[in-house]
C-alpha cells in the first residue's frame, strides 16, 4: 500500500531544500553584483576588470557586465549635479560597449539616498538660478534611462530614497538585498521593491544584441508617454524648487544642519 503521509512529507522536503537553493542563488546573484562596503573603490576592483569614472561613481566592465557604483559612502550615496552628468556619460558609454546588461549598486550601507540638496544652493547661497539649471539637469538625467537600450538591473544593497527609488519603474530588473529599504517623500515601500520594475531578466541570456532588441520590442511603445511624464514631471519640480515656500524650507534645513 503506498503511504501518502510518507509521499507528503517527502515532497514538502524536497519544496523546501528547492527554495533553499533558489534562496541561495538570490543571494550569491546579489552578493556578485554588489560590491563589498568594507573595501575602498579602488581596493575591490581586480586588475582584470576596467575600472573607469571618478571617485564618486565607479564604472567596471566585466564578464558582459557593466556595473555602475554609487562610490559616495560618507555621504549615503546622495547624488550630486556633477554625478549626473558622470552617470550620464557611462550609461552612453554601455550603451555602446560590448556587454550585455548594465547593473547599478552602492558602495556602503546604502544604495542611494537621492539627490542632495547642495545641489540647490550655489557659493553665494542663491537658490532660484541653480533651482532652475537642477530641474534641467533632472530631466535630462531620466532620460537617459528611458533611452538605455539594454537590460538595466538594480541590485539594491541598501536604503533607497527619493529618486533612487523613483527610477528602479525605469530598470528593467530590481533585486534587493536584506537590508535594502525603500522611501519617497510620501511613503515608505519598506523591504518590498514591488512595482518597481515591470520586466526581468533574471540571467543573462542569449547575445547582448538580442537582449538589445528584445528590451526595444518591450519598451518601444512606452518612451513617448515616459518622456511626456518626464518632461511635465520637471516642470513642476522647477516651478516648486524655485518657489518662496520651498526657497525657505531649504534654507532652514540647511542651516539646522549647520548647527549638528
Not at 565607479?58 to 550615496?77: A, C, L, M, Q, Y
Not at 547624488?79 to 558602495?107: C, H, P, R, W
Request: glycine share 4%; aromatic share 6%.
Amino acid at each position: 500500500m503506498p503511504k501518502p503521509v510518507q509521499f507528503d512529507v517527502d515532497n514538502n522536503a524536497k519544496q523546501d531544500r528547492w527554495k533553499e537553493t533558489a534562496r541561495q542563488s538570490h543571494v550569491n546573484l546579489v552578493s556578485s553584483l554588489s560590491p563589498s562596503s568594507e573595501a575602498s573603490s579602488q581596493e575591490k576592483y581586480g586588475a582584470d576588470e576596467k575600472v573607469q569614472g571618478s571617485k564618486d561613481i565607479v564604472v567596471i566592465s566585466e564578464d558582459g557586465i557593466t556595473k555602475i557604483v554609487f562610490n559616495r559612502p560618507t555621504k549615503k550615496n546622495a547624488i550630486t549635479l556633477q554625478m549626473y552628468q558622470e552617470i550620464m556619460l557611462a550609461l552612453k558609454n554601455a550603451s555602446t560597449d560590448n556587454s550585455a546588461i548594465t547593473v547599478f549598486t552602492g558602495t556602503g550601507d546604502y544604495y542611494c539616498s537621492g539627490n542632495d540638496l547642495t545641489n540647490l544652493i550655489n557659493a553665494t547661497g542663491e537658490i532660484q538660478e541653480v533651482a532652475i539649471k537642477t530641474a534641467m539637469a533632472l530631466r535630462e538625467f531620466v532620460s537617459c534611462f528611458i533611452d538605455f537600450p539594454k537590460p538595466l538591473v538594480a541590485v539594491v544593497n541598501g536604503p533607497a530614497i527619493g529618486i533612487a527609488v523613483t527610477l528602479l519603474g525605469l530598470f528593467d530588473a530590481v533585486y534587493a538585498s536584506d537590508k535594502a529599504t525603500f522611501h519617497t517623500p510620501f511613503s515608505h515601500l519598506g523591504h518590498s521593491p514591488e512595482g518597481c520594475s515591470s520586466y526581468t531578466f533574471p540571467k543573462i541570456m542569449g547575445s547582448a544584441k538580442a537582449m538589445k532588441i528584445s528590451k526595444e520590442l518591450m519598451r518601444k511603445n512606452e518612451k513617448q508617454n515616459l518622456h511626456a511624464a518626464n518632461a511635465k514631471e520637471s516642470a513642476v519640480i522647477q516651478e516648486r524648487l524655485t518657489s518662496e515656500e520651498s526657497s525657505n524650507a531649504l534654507m532652514n534645513f540647511m542651516s539646522r544642519k549647520a548647527k549638528l
